[in-house]
T-cell receptor, first 115, second 108 residues
Framework: GAGVSQTPSNKVTEKGKYVELRCDPISGHTALYWYRQSLGQGPEFLIYFQGTGAADDSGLPNDRFFAVRPEGSVSTLKIQRTERGDSAVYLC?????????????FGPGTRLTVL | DAKTTQPPSMDCAEGRAANLPCNHSTISGNEYVYWYRQIHSQGPQYIIHGLKNNETNEMASLIITEDRKSSTLILPHATLRDTAVYYCIVSPDYQLIWGAGTKLIIKP
């Protein structure tokens, strides 16, 4: 079946601009996660949704970052006033639930470059 | 910060078993050990997880020491496609805290 998809695959923007990154999770998965990965490092947790609500947004670095999941399926990560330090690969994952045995399925990521 | 320690890199010959170690000496009783891997330019892929007992699936085996302070991921017959960064993670729930992982290179 279809896995997690993310669009765009690459995004180049200028400092100060606004960007939106989209994630389509696996159908039926109630949990959705966003991570950020810098070169040579492991993914860094940003936010987790259970259904439509953000159950844990403790990983968002500051108030320029915001994410929504209005219908409990597709999610959008929004970054305002982008900075060069925001350049990274943004990964989305989904799982059936949030129990310890629920593996997270990852998308291919969106590579964001802020010039 | 990640609660695990892994060697930064390892080599293994194709067809041999790859044994990847992980130290997690501060693991709590309710924390599971997870292994994921990330092939270059792809998203991470789940491999296996366990709590106390050894686990095996179609991809790998997970051996957890009796005191749970360390574990080993075993890929029984490594192929070139197993070249990737392997992450060992301990967590009680959904929030996975990732370290830098072990870069495993399978050599022909």
């Amino acid at each position: 079946g279809a896995g997690v998809s993310q669009t765009p695959s690459n995004k180049v923007t200028e400092k100060g601009k606004y960007v939106e990154l989209r994630c389509d999770p696996i159908s039926g998965h109630t949990a959705l996660y966003w991570y950020r990965q810098s070169l040579g490092q492991g993914p860094e947790f940003l936010i987790y949704f259970q259904g439509t609500g953000a159950a844990d947004d403790s990983g968002l670095p500051n108030d320029r970052f915001f994410a929504v999941r209005p219908e409990g399926s597709v999610s959008t990560l929004k970054i305002q006033r982008t900075e060069r330090g925001d350049s990274a690969v943004y990964l989305c994952a989904s799982s059936e639930g949030t129990s310890s045995y629920n593996e997270q399925f990852f998308g291919p990521g969106t590579r964001l470059t802020v010039l | 910060d990640a609660k695990t320690t892994q060697p930064p890199s390892m080599d293994c010959a194709e067809g041999r078993a790859a044994n990847l170690p992980c130290n997690h000496s501060t693991i709590s009783g309710n924390e599971y050990v997870y292994w994921y891997r990330q092939i270059h330019s792809q998203g991470p892929q789940y491999i296996i997880h366990g709590l106390k007992n050894n686990e095996t699936n179609e991809m790998a085996s997970l051996i957890i020491t009796e005191d749970r302070k360390s574990s080993t991921l075993i890929l029984p017959h490594a192929t070139l496609r197993d070249t990737a960064v392997y992450y060992c993670i301990v967590s009680p729930d959904y929030q996975l805290i990732w370290g830098a992982g072990t870069k495993l290179i399978i050599k022909p």
